[in-house]
């Protein structure tokens, strides 16, 4: 772009002159720019012309000239930024960007939050970290899967607020009465994001590859065919009865990209760019249901090691800030939740190094009040677990002291929250008498059994959607700790409990029995919730429609930015 070209120019003759008025020549400025003296009249006049500088020349060969640079470089480029942004060219603004990261938030903070880009309604959000590439089978985050329900469809979905599966891609579904064939009746004229019309050949082609992935494969196990028994109709017989499958095919596993270009989906909005600075996602023009308020979503990374201060949404992953800093003061929370998912410590059974009791004290001394409130973290970040879900209580703690063995090993990953945690737990049990190794996991995945070979105890994070009972019973089947911390004799048992659970037809007949399976795995501390998070998104007053999700994002569908006003 010729304007980053002059903005390059520029900021070399800046870096000779600097900022006050001085005197020089054609002559010494040509020897800046590594041109003619001719060529650099042309520059001057250009830049004259832009009112980035002011030249006066003196009449006489080799006579020296008033020049002087009177935009700072950095203001010109914040200015340069918000034409590009205002006339939404977002190529440009990163490239702008990218020359200049360490000042990235302050060229962006003008431009954050609800704008109107070329008369369309934008919404632009600054960001902690580097977003991973957004492929459903591979993501650990909460950022990244939201936007994987944002670009990608499914048979089926989930809408915020509502456990129950809602149609998708295909608009109806009819059970059997023996529950062993099911059918999905696909809507008419779908689209891909590149316009072309997807084919339910496409879809089963993707769901069987997702039968035999290593992730999913285990929880679409009842599937024994998928076939094609007309043009809009894809039938799944299974082999057994499977009362969560349409709850199953709404997860984020079964999300359906094209089956040879993984990039591209059929949701709501279509992603444009990605980079490490910038991910823009625009209105799907083809979508299939209810279109989206918003034009275009923009992902801005405004971290950088270099920089001396954050964006708003840095404070923290579950609290979110949309907006610029000069409206901090108007910026109010418009949504704030308890998180379902949570942080949990789990106590390998397989080692065989701790008893039943022993597990049970070691639950009690990791829950107790001046273990989790007196943590140094943020007031108001966590809330500490009653119940592993709403109606499903925690077992009784067990008050008197029990020797422990002399020796434990813990393993944890992010978030943060769980090294002080980690640290917290080895100050009390060194009190207890026993020395506790602690070591970290980078990783938001458990990723083998062989992680825990020699652990004893095991902190970690567990997301849950829209559907808390179906997240936690897919947990059980794909998460590798199950694999690792029961006995052969419990992950029988696991896997018979969870085999009867799925036939049961009745919903709250499921939920009961689900819930009775982990009443026995904390009666016995295998596993036991620690604490929730407190979700929270902030917004001024020009973004409305915000909602939150059960991930603790916000719905991008309902958001909407009211119209600007004369002022």
């Not at 998912?341 to 009040?369: D, M, P």
Request: aromatic fraction near 8%.
């Amino acid at each position: 772009m010729r304007l980053l070209q002059r903005l390059s120019q520029y900021q070399r003759l800046n870096q000779f002159a600097g900022d006050d008025p001085i005197q020089t020549t054609v002559a010494e400025l040509a020897g800046v720019f590594c041109c003619s003296e001719r060529h650099v009249r042309t520059l001057l006049a250009q830049l004259q012309a832009l009112k980035w500088l002011e030249w006066h020349a003196t009449a006489g060969r080799g006579k020296r000239a008033r020049l002087h640079c009177v935009i700072p470089e950095q203001q010109l480029r914040a200015n340069l930024m918000q034409q590009l942004l205002n006339a939404g060219d977002h190529q440009n603004a990163l490239k702008l960007a990218e020359r200049d990261p360490i000042h990235l938030n302050e060229l962006l903070m003008p431009h954050l939050g609800g704008q109107w880009d070329s008369d369309l309604p934008t919404l632009r959000i600054p960001y902690y970290r580097t977003l991973e590439p957004i492929a459903p089978l591979a993501l650990t985050g909460r950022a990244e899967q939201h936007l994987a329900h944002t670009i990608h469809a499914g048979l089926t979905r989930f809408e915020t607020g509502n456990p129950h599966p809602q149609p998708d891609l295909a608009h109806h579904w009819q059970i059997s009465a023996d529950g062993l064939k099911w059918q999905f009746l696909l809507r008419s004229d779908l689209r891909w994001h590149n316009g072309q019309p997807i084919t339910a050949e496409q879809l089963v082609q993707r769901l069987k590859q997702l039968r035999h992935h290593p992730r999913c494969g285990s929880f679409l196990s009842s599937i024994a065919d998928i076939s094609l028994p007309h043009a809009l109709c894809i039938r799944f017989t299974l082999k057994c009865a499977d009362y969560w499958l349409a709850h199953r095919l709404a997860d984020l596993l079964c999300l359906l990209p094209h089956p040879d270009y993984p990039e591209i989906g059929a949701g709501p909005f279509r992603q444009i760019s990605s980079s490490d600075m910038l991910i823009r996602l625009e209105q799907h023009s083809s979508y299939h249901l209810h279109r989206p308020y918003l034009h275009a979503i923009e992902y801005w990374i405004t971290s950088n090691p270099e920089q001396a201060s954050a964006a708003p949404s840095s404070q923290h992953p579950v609290k979110i800030t949309i907006g610029q800093y000069e409206e901090l003061d108007s910026v109010r929370p418009v949504q704030r939740s308890t998180s379902v998912g949570f942080c949990y410590i789990a106590l390998n059974q397989k080692r065989g190094k701790l008893t039943v009791a022993q597990r049970r004290y070691l639950t009690t001394l990791i829950r107790e009040e001046n273990t989790l409130n007196h943590l140094p973290i943020e007031n108001g970040l966590i809330a500490r677990s009653s119940a592993m879900l709403s109606g499903w209580p925690l077992p009784d703690p067990t008050p008197e002291p029990i020797s422990l063995p002399s020796k434990l090993t813990l393993l944890y990953h992010p978030p943060a929250e769980l090294t002080a945690l980690s640290d917290r737990l080895q100050e009390r049990l060194a009190q207890a008498g026993c020395e506790l190794e602690v070591r970290f996991y980078d990783g938001k995945r458990w990723e083998s059994n062989e992680q825990f070979a020699d652990v004893d105890i095991i902190l970690g994070d567990r997301l849950i959607g829209e559907s808390p009972e179906v997240a936690l019973e897919n947990w059980l089947r794909i998460d590798v700790l199950w694999q690792a911390i029961l006995s052969d004799k419990e992950q029988q048992q696991c896997r018979t409990v969870l085999d009867g659970v799925q036939q049961l037809a009745d919903e709250t007949q499921r939920h009961h029995a689900l819930r009775d399976y982990y009443t026995h795995l904390m009666q016995q501390s295998i596993i036991m919730p620690l604490f929730n998070y407190q979700y929270q998104i902030s917004a001024p007053p020009r973004v409305e429609g915000v909602t939150l999700t059960a991930y603790g994002w916000f719905d991008f569908c309902r958001a909407w930015v009211p119209a600007p006003t004369d002022e």
